[in-house]
């Protein structure tokens, strides 16, 4: 099968790959790049796990194909913390217990900070709504839902 | 080394406190690696090929096209599967579970795999693999499967338990018995009976991480497999069992788990990618696709559930009784058992039976999914109880309370009851705000219990003492929901040093001893009694090495604080010795320091739980809103108490998913129809409210600290709870879960 | 003298006796006369059978002391999630 040549940016760095033209973003990620951060509960769009931002929107990386990224820029959960800088979403998760198993979480965490970049002051009911692409089998959502409103008021500089 | 396992009061500094877990920092980042997250060098992957009729015999295989097509290493199909189950039942169902040999017994049921040098190729190759199948009537119904017309899975089986012995085969493989007393006369003394007949379709434990593996077998005999498992010391005995290897030769590494619930307790791809490696020469990786993992790994059972329970006007229950009909799949189980001893166990019942019946089907073989057979039992049997209580015009809590079963009663299962926790939970639950918090227009409320056996089992960890005083602590338990933070808690505590000193790891087979696996709520009640256990025999050699040091005869030596402390007159300008100060001599005082524990955690103690729900009823749409959760769980001691509360939300919610939503829905070709998670939908974050918690700690006597197991009871009342409430809300007794919308209007449109 | 309840499965296996008294100090002892009495409980007791003791449950612990007067039960093992 012949491949493709795709020129793009991860997580700020420009990243050239070769995929199958019928190769999902998700197994580009993961197979070819080491980016395993991203993780495929289902290929089908339906859990969430593979969250990525597409030029600042979130998507499925599992129902993207790898040359469509083609000079767009993407962003995973590996290019979330700066360094040793958790960001507030992960240092919340951390401090909430807001993970079990935690498969679920680097998709949530993108999701998540794709609300708060978007709407940086969520109700509860935004935050149910806008995770509901997200599914997790463990927590029953609740201190997930905790932990990103209390991230949103760390980051909006109220106090906790 | 003898260990006192018995409880005993003290104050504790780490336990109950909620710091951040040892592996949350990979797990925020992405660099936690679970089951397909690792790879091998010269790693094939590997593809199975699923039978797509629910029942047919296998007439012929050729895989010689495949075999021939460039790029494939491998191929095969259960004749590289030899049985060497040696009359074991139910390793037997076990390998021709994971490979069909003569027939194919559901939709989804293996029958060949390949190992190829990418997934282009392998999927090429299934597609030129012939099987030739005589495709046979099936059935999938738990009650139909008993119909006299059925068709008959299994021709060996003859019903077991039943007198005379049946003379013909049939799907149903055992009946079961459990009670006391005479129910006959216990109905003749009440004045009020509710008999009804429940029904529960089949879910599955929906864990977001699909099974994966990458298996490698070596010319000499060696393997090693990098698996997502709930117990890595039980995938090595079963796959060495069916593979023919040497039990010590393979080496099983538990990858990070991506959720379990009991569905990772089962082997089902993994003796499939060894044999793929055995014949390649090269490591295989195969993962399986979601739909894979609805169609051929296990989910619950469907049941149908006969209840009729009798009380007086003053709310003495006076008989209760129970058949249990339980489909296992195709092959004989005893999940119905399993259901009819739990159905009870919440009350005080002078006359009670319950009947258990395993029914083969043809869907996937039933694996244990979180309090296995438990929830469906509760749910029959809570229903009815809260009829009755409306029946004879009790409030449904005191009705509960005034049953419920106390030290002394007779459980339902056999055996009569030490201490027990359910009073506690039902008059936590009758004191709570929820309880009397109104309720608007269509909306209603439900109360249930749940009852679950703890379990504790073999285990094995060790705990090394590093130069500087820092702790490695070696588990052989997965962890799957934060044991590695309540362990690290309870081996300082126990030390008597920091959290953050402690660092807890899940050890491969070839690591540590044998332990069981993460199953029975057993994760950290088993693990952190060999971990104190662990911490007292370094504790034991710390205090040697401080007698070393000091010279001074070890037994005026006292541990305290972390400290070993010269007791007596004669020693006391001496200043204690921490672990640091050990640990840094510990070269020249007698090398390395460590404590070990090798012992079997048993007495784990019963469990119960009460949950109280609301729920709106859209009377249009027949759509369920769960409005408002409580759980009321007995922890006998919460040790990180936020992943104790996120046990029996995670709990509440799976129940809360099983009672409205999620089903397995067979076609009339016996397919299943809903293999992904668009269409067998799971609760999203939008369909639940905060799930509120209270834990009990009401400590276990057979544990040092007084730990109960928290993981499964949680979901055992969700089911009742919401179906109590959805039928307050709607005024129709709901007796088919999941309560679906369609359900929902078709009951109130037979009432108007 | 112990008096051992047998679970409605093994009773076939031990001449139909629900109730067994027998002279045992340990789960162990319990276990491996009722099994020289009733040869066909082979089978089950390999890894099928768990003992209750005053209502606590053990399916391993086969040092196990069995105190005077006490209920003992047994039971199926059951599996966990």
């Known amino acids: 099968m012949t491949t493709i040549a795709v020129s793009t940016t991860i997580n700020g760095d420009d990243v050239e790959y070769l995929c199958h033209a019928d190769e999902s973003l998700l197994d580009v990620l993961r197979n070819r790049l080491g980016l395993m951060g991203s993780k495929e509960g289902c290929g089908t769009g339906d859990c969430g796990a593979c969250s990525t931002m597409l030029d600042g929107r979130i998507v499925c990386s599992c129902l993207v194909l790898g040359a469509e990224a083609e000079g767009r820029e993407i962003e995973t959960i590996e290019g979330m913390a700066h360094g040793h800088d958790l960001h507030p979403l992960q240092t919340k998760f951390l401090e909430h217990a807001a993970l079990q198993c935690g498969i679920c979480t680097p998709g949530f965490l993108m999701a998540a900070k794709a609300l708060l970049d978007v709407n940086p002051d969520p109700t509860e009911e935004e935050i149910r709504f806008w995770l509901a692409g997200n599914l997790c089998r463990c927590t029953g959502y609740d201190k997930i839902v905790r932990a990103v409103q209390d991230a949103a008021a760390e980051m909006r500089g109220d106090a906790a | 080394m003898s260990f006192d396992a018995s409880y005993n009061e003290k104050e504790l500094n780490a336990v109950g406190t909620r710091p951040v877990r040892p592996d949350g920092v990979d797990k925020v980042t992405g660099r936690a690696r679970y089951g397909a997250d690792y790879n091998m060098p010269g790693q094939l992957v590997a593809r199975v090929l699923r039978s797509p009729h629910a029942h047919a015999r296998i007439l012929r295989i050729d895989t010689s096209q495949a075999e021939a097509l460039k790029g494939v290493k491998a191929v095969v199909t259960a004749a590289d599967l030899p049985d060497l189950t040696d009359g074991d039942a139910s390793l037997f169902a076990i390998l021709d579970n994971c490979m069909a040999r003569t027939k194919a017994l559901y939709d989804g049921h293996a029958v060949a795999a390949v190992a190829a040098i990418d997934v282009h190729v392998a999927r090429k190759a299934l597609k030129l693999i012939e099987v030739d199948y005589e495709v046979l009537p099936h059935v999938v119904d738990v009650d139909l499967a008993m119909a006299p017309d059925a068709p008959v899975l299994d021709e060996t089986i003859i019903t077991k338990g039943v007198t005379p012995a049946p003379d013909a085969p049939s799907n149903v493989f055992a009946h079961s018995e459990f009670g006391h007393g005479d129910v006959a006369a216990g109905f003749a003394k009440a004045d009020e009976i509710v008999e009804r007949t429940f029904k529960t379709e089949q879910t599955h434990q929906g864990y977001i991480e699909p099974h994966a593996c990458v298996a490698s077998c070596n010319s000499d005999g060696s393997a090693e497999m990098w698996v997502c498992t709930q117990g890595p010391f039980v995938y ?7 593979l023919g290897l040497e039990v010590s030769k393979l080496k099983v590494t538990s990858s990070e788990i991506g959720g379990g619930f009991g569905g990772k307790t089962h082997v089902w791809a993994e003796p499939v990618a060894l044999a793929l490696s055995r014949k390649a020469g ?5 993962v399986m696709s979601r739909n894979e993992v609805f169609r051929a790994s296990g989910p619950t059972s469907a049941t149908s559930i006969d209840v009729k329970i009798g009380a007086t006007k003053d709310g003495t229950i006076t008989a209760a009784e129970a058949t249990l009909r339980y489909t296992s799949g195709p092959y004989p189980d005893t999940w119905a058992e399993t259901g009819a001893m739990t159905a009870f166990a919440c009350y005080d019942l002078e006359n009670v039976k319950t009947v258990g019946i395993e029914v083969l089907v043809n869907r996937p073989k039933v694996a244990a999914y979180r309090a296995p057979s438990a929830p469906m039992a509760a749910f029959a049997v809570e229903s009815a109880i809260d009829s009755l209580a409306h029946k004879i015009g009790i409030d449904a809590v005191d009705f509960r309370i005034k049953n419920a079963a106390r030290e002394g009663t007779r459980s339902s299962y056999g055996p009569v009851y030490g201490p027990i ?24 409320r439900g109360m249930a219990c749940g009852f679950w056996f703890n379990f504790g089992g073999q285990t094995c960890t060790d705990l090394n003492i590093s130069a500087d005083g820092t702790v490695t602590l070696s588990v052989g338990t997965v962890d799957v929901g934060g044991s590695r933070a309540s362990l690290s808690m309870i081996a300082a505590e126990e030390l008597g040093i920091a959290y953050e000193d402690v660092k807890a790891g899940v050890a491969d087979t070839a690591s540590l001893g044998y332990n069981d696996m993460t199953d029975g709520s057993r994760g950290t009640f088993s693990s952190s009694m060999a971990t104190i256990s662990a911490a007292r025999n370094a504790i034991a050699v710390m205090k040697q090495r401080a007698a070393l040091m000091w010279d001074i005869p070890v037994e005026d030596i006292e541990w305290k604080d972390g400290q070993a402390h010269a007791v007596g007159a004669s020693h006391d300008n001496l200043a204690p010795l921490s672990v640091k100060d050990i640990a840094a001599k510990a070269g020249n005082t007698g090398g390395p320091i ?4 090798e012992l079997v955690a048993d007495g784990a103690g019963v469990s119960f739980g009460t949950h109280i729900c609301d729920v709106e009823v859209d009377p249009e749409t027949g759509a369920t809103r769960v409005i408002r959760y409580t759980v009321i769980q007995d922890a006998g001691k919460a040790v990180h108490p936020a992943y104790v509360e996120g046990q029996y939300q995670g709990g509440a919610a799976q129940g809360i998913g099983w009672a409205l939503n999620e089903e397995y829905i067979y076609g009339e070709d016996g397919r299943l129809q809903n293999a992904g998670f668009l269409d067998y939908r799971i609760p999203v974050c939008s369909d639940l409210p905060m799930i509120d918690t209270q834990i009990l700690e009401i400590p276990n006597p057979n544990h040092p600290y007084g730990v109960r197991g928290v993981g499964e009871t949680s979901i055992v009342p969700p089911l009742a709870a919401v179906a109590n409430a959805v039928s307050d809300a709607v005024g129709v007794r709901m007796t088919h879960v999941p309560i679906s919308p369609p359900r929902i209007l078709a009951a109130l449109k037979a009432q108007r | 003298m112990v008096q051992v309840t047998l679970w409605a499965g093994l009773r076939p296996l031990a001449e139909d006796q629900e109730h067994v008294t027998i ?12 099994q020289l009495r009733y040869p066909a409980l082979e089978q089950p007791f390999r890894n099928d059978v768990a003992v209750a003791i005053n209502g606590t449950i053990y399916r391993d612990d086969w040092s196990q002391g069995i105190p005077e007067d006490a209920e003992v039960f047994l039971m199926r093992r059951i599996p966990g999630g």
């Open chain 2, 594 to 597: 460590a404590g070990h524990s």
């Open chain 2, 421 to 444: 926790g359910i009073g506690p939970t039902l008059e936590a639950a009758k004191a709570h705000a929820h309880m009397s918090a109104p309720l608007g227009k269509n909306q209603g």
């Open chain 2, 282 to 286: 090269r490591p295989v990786k195969l």
């Open chain 2, 236 to 242: 090595r005995q079963v796959c060495a069992d069916l």
């Open chain 3, 23 to 34: 002279e045992a100090a340990t789960i162990r002892e319990l276990l491996s006369k009722l």
